[in-house]
């Protein structure tokens, strides 16, 4: 706890006037009147104690100087021990600070002085801690209520909603769901054989358009797939055809025996000649012998993404069946050129694995700060083994694009409630949270921690906050929309489920 004198009172005067924030306008500065400058506090921060979090001493707090509130927005990891916290204080120019709190065993009103015993701990786990600043004069007295935020969640779980699952628009018995125009395009085969186009631009939302389409006889709905200009699907013998409104469809005069899914504009896929698997794509280039264990059948989706180590966009997939029937569990990639394993640790030997690219929080190594890092993460699948067909719900993960995998930590994993699954597809669509409203407005509205939305964090370099700042009223969230997929038993799973990491849901601190 440090003390200023008056001989640094003028220079504390004219800093407290100006903002902490970085917006030049001065229309909306609010300033404290008249004496009680002299109990305004210019920094606050926890004691390091690794016991309790490992660089506690880095908290940052927001110190509200206009309705004297000091707290973390960036609430502390859930069970963090907060009843014996040292805390220290740097007032402008104060004649003594004194901190009232509930003991710990008693729960009495406790209070102690820190200008005469600065290395006190406080117990922050009763409540608000009120904190007095008497000014340098003794004329003047301001009170403060201290707030150290802890999350009553696990804040880094993958969790699915299921209560808000919601139904396809018809009774189905299998299903293929693709991206294609920005938005979802479902294709179900329902249970009088009728197949069924249905698209929405909110799959949170029962607000569906269906039609029929005319598809060839003999159409393979898990074929179903989407370049960035068109739509695809083949029939049973593997011949391919296309549709640019999913309503009518023309023959192409390629055949497909394996449809992998599009990269840009072109339709990726094998065939095969005899004995011979070839790597073909549409519209056609050079084909090549397909290189062998590479998935024939009952591969992922396709994933694209991009890599410093190449100018061309990659597409991966993982897991499936290769012309043999072996299971695998290797990621493949596709360079714009050709096919090859990529893994070198790959998942479990599965197939009908869902595949998606999403953001996973990181723990700093010497931080308890959390920064997001891009994954992809493989969930689901079937296999077999002497007892018959397994299948599962576990979730994998590889953060160097594909090349290494691991089993996901267990806040990653499908709560045991989850029905075990496969061939489910999963898009990752960004909403627009705000602290009022909810995700398309059909989601109870998400927490905020109690944090005051208008409140200006402490700048870190003049170390005051006495300007109440534009808000943050709105965020990206990115929710995972996991579609169908076949259940144990072999029947649709017949609905979408939303998940999403509940960290990304909480307001962020700017």
Not at 48 to 63: E, G, P, Y
Not at 446 to 463: E, F, H, K, M
């Amino acid at each position: 706890m440090t003390k200023r004198f008056p001989l640094y009172l003028t220079i504390a005067l004219l800093i407290s006037c100006f903002t902490a924030g970085c917006n030049d306008d001065t229309s909306d500065m609010a300033v404290l009147e008249g004496d009680y400058y002299n109990c305004s506090i210019s920094s606050f921060s926890l004691s390091k104690d690794d016991s309790v979090l490992r660089a506690l001493d880095s908290v940052f707090f927001s110190i509200d100087l206009i309705n004297a509130e000091i707290y973390n927005a960036d609430s502390l990891p859930k069970g963090t021990d907060i009843r014996k916290l040292v805390v220290n204080v740097n007032a402008v120019a104060a004649s003594s600070i004194e901190v009232t709190y509930k003991a710990l065993v008693s729960k009495r009103d406790t209070t102690v002085n820190l200008t005469e015993h600065p290395g006190d701990s406080i117990n922050f786990s009763d409540g608000p801690v009120e904190m007095t600043v008497t000014s340098y004069n003794g004329q003047a007295k301001l009170k403060y209520n201290i707030r150290v935020n802890v999350h009553t969640m696990v804040s880094d779980t993958l969790y699915w909603d299921q209560l808000q699952r919601v139904d396809f628009p018809k009774s189905a018995r299998a299903q293929k769901t693709v991206m294609y125009a920005d938005k979802p395009h479902t294709m179900l085969e329902g249970t009088d054989g009728t197949f069924y186009l249905c698209t929405t631009s909110s799959p949170e939302i029962e607000s569906w358009s269906t039609v029929i389409p005319s598809l060839p006889s003999g159409a393979d709905i898990n074929s179903f797939a989407a370049t960035t200009d068109a739509l695809y699907i083949t029939d049973a013998q593997g011949h391919l055809y296309t549709s640019t409104d999913g309503l009518t469809w023309s023959a192409t005069s390629a055949v497909m025996d394996c449809v992998y899914g599009g990269y840009g504009t072109t339709l990726l896929g094998a065939r095969k000649d005899g004995n011979t698997w070839k790597q073909v794509s549409y519209p056609a280039s050079a084909e090549r012998a397909l290189p062998a264990g590479c998935p024939v059948k009952g591969t992922s989706q396709l994933v694209i993404y991009e890599t410093k180590w190449s100018d061309n966009s990659m597409a991966i997939m993982i897991g499936g069946q290769d012309s043999a029937g072996r299971y695998t569990g290797e990621a493949w990639a596709y360079d714009g050129t050709i096919w090859d394993r990529v893994s070198t640790t790959g998942i479990d030997e599965r197939a009908g694995v869902t595949l998606l690219p999403y953001l996973t929080p990181r723990i700093a190594a010497n931080s308890w700060r959390v920064t997001n890092q891009s994954a992809l993460l493989a969930m689901g699948g079937y296999y077999e083994n002497e007892n018959g067909k397994v299948t599962a719900k576990h979730v994998y993960i590889s953060y160097d694009f594909g090349i290494t995998w691991k089993e996901a930590d267990t806040y990653l994993q499908f709560p045991s409630s989850y029905p075990a699954f496969s061939m489910a597809q999963a898009l990752v669509i960004d909403y627009t949270l705000s602290s009022r409203s909810s995700a398309g407005g059909n989601w109870a509205d998400i927490p905020v921690n109690g944090i005051p939305a208008w409140a200006t964090p402490l700048d870190r370099n003049s170390g005051m906050a006495s300007r109440i700042d534009k808000p943050v009223t709105s965020w990206e969230c990115p929710y995972i929309f996991l579609f169908g997929g076949t259940a144990a038993d072999g029947s649709l799973i017949p609905g979408v489920t939303r998940g999403v990491i509940n960290r990304f849901t909480f307001k962020p601190i700017y």
